[in-house]
């Protein structure tokens, strides 16, 4: 490493299927422990995970401890990352860095759910003395939305949603640290720009040069490790454009010592418009239609009210399927949805 003397944790950032996984591969290829016991292969990831078990089955665990599991897109309980009850699990995560880390100066972690579990993570590296910086993950969320239905059956919208919450946990609480925005598609397609990039945003040095490693990268990295390729274009069709944003304004992020002020500002724009959605559609066991429902036939609703409520349901259905105006319109268009559920409310 560049920086002598300072422990270091390389920490892989990404949503499932997005090639968090190949990125993990060449990180060890390059030398870097990424666990000293890994998660084995399996059918759906032949080459490996590159996923510390240890690190595994605490986030398991912490999820559980926090009420909900990896698969929501609900935002975690944020005030309770130092809570007591969660001291032990802090006590376990910190040993476990120290004794992975032993005599390196760096090891690496991944595993996608540290998205969204990263401020308890960095309260671990705090407290063990270590100081992190990330490569995150960017891949097509059209993609990764169908290599989740292959393998889960996961429904695309709900993946996409997921997708959101991950990538944008991951940008806000990974901000102002060391961190590198990366594409799968490059790592595939050239892994050693991809490698030289990363050495240069993040100022390490790996263990091994990418002209040492480049034919384990080489037998390592192949086409058939990507299953899924969408059109960028076809994005724009789903929740008002809200995804097709987030996904180019990430890409305009990548391979950047620096992100502005003004682009971090309109990032965070993007994200209150996927919060106040989330929050509405999403909601585990809600259906929208049976509450309209209810709400029109037994909500005691007349004259004005009953025809506010058919047209929050259109407005609703029209934002759920994607068919509203994905970019200058949406904004008028959720300003609208949310005066009619005070108006309602009132």
């Not at 190949?22 to 084995?40: C, D, K, P, Q, T």
């Not at 209810?294 to 929050?312: D, I, T, V």
């Given at each position: 490493?560049?920086?002598?003397?300072?422990?270091?944790?390389?920490?892989?950032?990404?949503?499932?299927?997005?090639?968090t996984?190949?990125?993990?591969?060449?990180?060890?290829?390059?030398?870097?422990?990424?666990?000293?016991e890994?998660?084995?292969?399996?059918s759906?990831?032949?080459?490996?995970?590159?996923?510390?078990?240890?690190?595994?089955?605490?986030?398991?665990?912490?999820f559980?401890?926090?009420?909900?599991?990896?698969?929501?897109?609900?935002?975690?309980?944020?005030?309770?990352?130092?809570?007591?009850?969660?001291?032990v699990?802090?006590?376990?995560?910190?040993?476990?860095?120290?004794?992975e880390?032993?005599?390196?100066?760096a090891?690496?972690?991944?595993?996608?759910?540290?998205?969204?579990?990263?401020?308890?993570?960095?309260?671990?590296?705090?407290?063990?003395?270590?100081?992190?910086?990330?490569v995150?993950?960017?891949?097509?969320?059209?993609?990764?939305?169908?290599?989740?239905?292959?393998?889960?059956?996961?429904?695309?919208?709900?993946?996409?949603?997921v997708?959101?919450?991950?990538?944008?946990?991951?940008?806000?609480?990974?901000?102002g640290?060391?961190?590198?925005?990366?594409?799968?598609?490059?790592?595939?397609?050239n892994?050693?720009?991809?490698?030289?990039?990363?050495?240069?945003?993040?100022?390490?040095?790996?263990?091994?040069?990418?002209?040492?490693?480049?034919n384990?990268?080489?037998?390592?990295?192949?086409?058939?490790?990507?299953?899924?390729?969408v059109?960028?274009?076809?994005?724009?069709?789903?929740?008002a454009?809200?995804?097709s944003?987030?996904?180019?304004?990430?890409?305009?992020f990548?391979?950047?010592?620096?992100i502005?002020?003004?682009?971090?500002?309109?990032?965070?724009?993007?994200?209150?418009?996927?919060?106040?959605?989330?929050?509405?559609?999403?909601?585990p066991?809600?259906?929208?239609?049976?509450?309209?429902?209810?709400?029109?036939?037994?909500?005691?609703?007349?004259?004005?009210?009953?025809?506010?409520?058919?047209?929050?349901?259109?407005?609703?259905?029209?934002?759920?399927?994607?068919?509203?105006?994905?970019?200058?319109?949406?904004?008028?268009?959720?300003k609208?949805?949310?005066?009619?559920?005070?108006?309602?409310?009132?």
């Amino acid at each position: 490493m560049r920086e002598q003397g300072k422990k270091k944790v390389i920490c892989v950032l990404g949503m499932h299927r997005s090639g968090t996984s190949a990125f993990g591969g060449v990180l060890s290829a390059l030398g870097v422990n990424m666990g000293r016991e890994l998660i084995g292969a399996q059918s759906d990831n032949p080459k490996g995970f590159y996923e510390n078990r240890k690190v595994v089955k605490l986030n398991d665990k912490l999820f559980a401890a926090l009420g909900t599991w990896s698969g929501s897109a609900l935002p975690l309980p944020g005030d309770h990352w130092d809570d007591a009850s969660l001291r032990v699990l802090k006590e376990k995560a910190v040993n476990i860095v120290r004794s992975e880390l032993g005599d390196e100066t760096a090891f690496g972690m991944k595993d996608p759910r540290l998205c969204r579990l990263l401020p308890f993570w960095l309260g671990v590296f705090r407290e063990a003395g270590v100081e992190p910086c990330f490569v995150i993950v960017l891949r097509n969320p059209l993609e990764v939305a169908g290599s989740m239905l292959a393998r889960d059956g996961a429904a695309i919208e709900r993946t996409l949603m997921v997708w959101a919450a991950y990538m944008l946990e991951a940008e806000l609480h990974s901000r102002g640290l060391p961190r590198a925005f990366v594409a799968f598609d490059d790592l595939i397609e050239n892994p050693g720009k991809v490698v030289g990039d990363i050495s240069d945003i993040l100022g390490i040095e790996f263990p091994l040069s990418y002209d040492v490693a480049k034919n384990d990268i080489d037998r390592f990295l192949d086409a058939e490790l990507k299953h899924h390729t969408v059109d960028d274009g076809k994005l724009a069709g789903y929740l008002a454009g809200i995804f097709s944003d987030l996904y180019a304004k990430f890409s305009r992020f990548t391979y950047r010592k620096e992100i502005t002020t003004e682009e971090l500002n309109e990032l965070d724009a993007i994200g209150k418009d996927f919060t106040r959605l989330r929050g509405f559609f999403y909601y585990p066991g809600f259906d929208a239609d049976a509450m309209f429902q209810k709400l029109y036939f037994g909500g005691g609703l007349k004259g004005r009210g009953r025809s506010l409520c058919l047209r929050l349901c259109v407005l609703v259905r029209s934002v759920r399927n994607g068919l509203l105006p994905p970019h200058s319109k949406r904004r008028a268009a959720l300003k609208k949805l949310w005066s009619l559920l005070f108006t309602l409310g009132a």
